[in-house]
T-cell receptor, first 117, second 112 residues
Framework: AQSVAQPEDQVNVAEGNPLTVKCTYS??????LFWYVQYPNRGLQFLLK??????LVKGSYGFEAEFNKSQTSFHLKKPSALVSDSALYFC???????????????FGKGTKLSVIP | DTGVSQDPRHKITKRGQNVTFRCDPI?????LYWYRQTLGQGPEFLTY????????KSRLLSDRFSAERPKGSFSTLEIQRTEQGDSAMYLC??????????FGPGTRLTVL
């Protein structure tokens, strides 16, 4: 079974500083990896994904993530944080192999990002 | 708006009552998913449809839960004899391929 760990419940960063939100995963075979963002009382918005290819993935709103197979990590990064980036961020994984569980996303518990003006 | 839509956005019910939620996926998406999210947790998978066929169900989906997608378009999720533990945000997602799922705004259920 696949799993995702987001080791930090909360990340605080000053506006204009770089931010990192950490994610590690466990899955059989090669993973599909995703980051989603959730604003209060809203659904999840897709930010970016890793399927294959370049380990550095660029997504919406200036976010990027780096896939590291040896460390089984997929950390979310942004060079310069904005106050409007404050939200709940979820990392998710699904396997690329077929069979039971192959269609479902498995999410981490989420990391609350607070960008301080 | 061409995204995933869900109705209602909020539902308050009394314990023991039945509730039904609706999800309308993005029009060309043949795959549809239901998830449940409780406070402080990430979404948890409930069930998956490809067209009208329900291909996968989580063990979280007890006998009181049933989902349908009769014509391969919209889907409904029904909870019978609701319990307080059913209080959660119910999220629907759709996709056209096996990778990126796009989520709706969710239905927040409160069972009193």
């Amino acid at each position: 079974a696949q799993s995702v760990a987001q080791p930090e419940d909360q990340v605080n960063v000053a506006e204009g500083n770089p931010l990192t939100v950490k994610c590690t995963y466990s899955v059989s075979g090669n993973p599909y990896l995703f980051w989603y963002v959730q604003y209060p009382n809203r659904g999840l918005q897709f930010l970016l994904k890793y399927i294959t290819g370049d380990n550095l993935v660029k997504g919406s709103y200036g976010f990027e993530a780096e896939f590291n197979k040896s460390q089984t990590s997929f950390h979310l990064k942004k060079p310069s944080a904005l106050v409007s980036d404050s939200a709940l961020y979820f990392c998710a994984v699904s396997p690329t192999t077929s069979g039971a569980g192959s269609y479902q996303l498995t999410f981490g518990k989420g990391t609350k990002l607070s960008v301080i003006p | 708006d061409t995204g995933v839509s869900q109705d209602p956005r909020h539902k308050i019910t009394k314990r023991g009552q039945n509730v039904t939620f609706r999800c309308d996926p993005i029009s060309e998406h043949n795959r549809l998913y239901w998830y449940r999210q409780t406070l402080g947790q990430g979404p948890e998978f409930l069930t998956y449809f490809q067209n009208e066929a329900q291909l996968e169900k989580s063990r979280l989906l007890s006998d009181r839960f049933s989902a349908e997608r009769p014509k391969g378009s919209f889907s409904t999720l029904e909870i019978q004899r609701t319990e307080q533990g059913d209080s959660a945000m119910y999220l629907c997602a759709s996709s056209i391929t096996a990778d990126t799922q796009y989520f709706g705004p969710g239905t927040r259920l409160t069972v009193l």
